[in-house]
């Protein structure tokens, strides 16, 4: 059965850090470009990072850039996001999802990646107090 399996949110101040994992089961994480979005409470989910295949490119949505850095290790099939100078913006549940096209969706300004596409890990919530 393919599976993703996302952990690592909790409470965090503002500029903290968090690392989120995203665990594949069922599939090789380096066959499919594996993404992370979040949504916060009334608004739509977007994208945040992506990593493709191969040889690992990733894309980011502006206001993370810098901030947060997406990574996989392979033989853990498990794909990372570190999240560091947190802020209260960043506030929303976290999720992670696979599918053979999905950087195209990550950076601002791009369409919305279907929630009825590809492979979604149940979300993980990650809140940044002030």
């Known amino acids: 059965e393919v599976q993703l399996q996302a952990s690592g949110g909790g409470l965090v101040q503002a500029g903290g850090s968090l690392r989120l994992s995203c665990v594949a089961s069922?599939?090789?994480?380096?066959?499919?470009?594996i993404g992370w979005f979040r949504q916060a409470p009334g608004k739509e989910r977007e994208g945040v990072s992506c990593?493709?295949?191969?040889?690992?490119?990733?894309d980011y949505r502006g206001s993370v850039k810098a901030r947060f850095t997406i990574s996989r290790d392979n033989a853990k099939n498990t794909v990372y996001l570190q999240m560091n100078n947190l802020k209260p913006d960043d506030t929303a549940v976290y999720y992670c999802?696979?599918?053979?096209?999905?950087?195209?969706?990550?950076?601002?300004?791009?369409?919305?990646?279907?929630?009825?596409?590809?492979?979604w890990g149940q979300g993980t919530l990650v809140t940044v107090s002030s």
């Open positions: 999802a696979a599918d053979r096209a999905i950087c195209f969706y990550v950076p601002t300004g791009r369409p919305s990646y279907s929630t009825n596409s590809g492979t």
């Open positions: 069922g599939f090789n994480i380096d066959e499919y470009e």
């Open positions: 990593i493709r295949p191969g040889d690992g490119g990733t």
